[in-house]
């Protein structure tokens, strides 16, 4: 069986459909002007408090389900 033409390309901070038929999908970089990205979501960075001292530091980087959820449904819609 062939493999679908669009694909979910889902890292640390973002998420994006892509056209296999212009792009590779073992590309190492993922970014809105990506050669074959249809479409692009960013992620949001929730940064870690300290309970004790309320300082900031860097956490991790989260995208929203409801954009995964919309990148499903935009890949599934293209490939059917």
């Not at 300082?55 to 929203?64: D, N, Q, T």
Request: glycine share 8%; with cysteine; aromatic share 10%.
């Amino acid at each position: 069986m062939a493999e679908d033409r669009y694909f979910i390309d889902e890292r640390d901070g973002c998420v994006a459909v892509r056209d296999r038929t212009l792009t590779s999908p073992d590309y190492p970089g993922l970014f809105p002007d990506t050669e074959g990205v249809v479409q692009f979501w960013w992620g949001e960075r929730i940064d870690k408090v300290c309970p004790t001292c309320s300082h900031k530091s860097m956490g991790e980087w989260k995208v929203a389900d409801k954009d995964i959820e919309a990148a499903r449904t935009l890949c599934a819609g293209l490939n059917a």
